[in-house]
Nanobody
Framework: QVQLVESGGGLVQAGGSLTLSCAVS????????MGWYRQAPGKQRELVAS?????????NYADSVKDRFTLSRNNTKNTVYLQMNSLTPEDTAVYYC???????????????WGQGTQVTVSS
């Protein structure tokens, strides 16, 4: 059974930093991509950042977090890390880990979600 375990959320003052991590566990064949989405109250869930698999995975960032957030991946540990700097109150949201993966050679790719971790940035 596949699980995405998130950690690192919390309360921080504007201008501060937080690092979120997400580890994928279970019977996994391959993980083509991993990333983070967020959902603020009253808003739709939106992509924050994603990274593809492989030794030199390519990253994709939302315009609102470029140059402030950095997504990295440890393929050995099936873990991604989202380093968030220069946080603003607009970054306040529940952050969800997302992974597109395959559980077997002949299985299709499916999307899995973590339970979410709250990030609150005070002004």
């Amino acid at each position: 059974q596949v699980q995405l375990v998130e950690s690192g959320g919390g309360l921080v003052q504007a201008g501060g930093s937080l690092t979120l991590s997400c580890a994928v566990s279970g019977n996994i064949f391959s993980i083509p991509s991993m990333g983070w989405y967020r959902q603020a109250p009253g808003k739709q869930r939106e992509l924050v950042a994603s990274i593809t698999g492989g030794s030199g995975g390519s990253t994709n960032y939302a315009d609102s977090v470029k140059d402030r957030f950095t997504l990295s991946r440890n393929n050995t540990k099936n873990t991604v890390y989202l380093q968030m700097n220069s946080l603003t109150p607009e970054d306040t949201a529940v952050y969800y880990c997302n992974s597109r993966l395959r559980v077997g050679l002949r299985s299709s790719e499916n999307v899995y979600w973590g339970q979410g971790t709250q990030v609150t940035v005070s002004s």
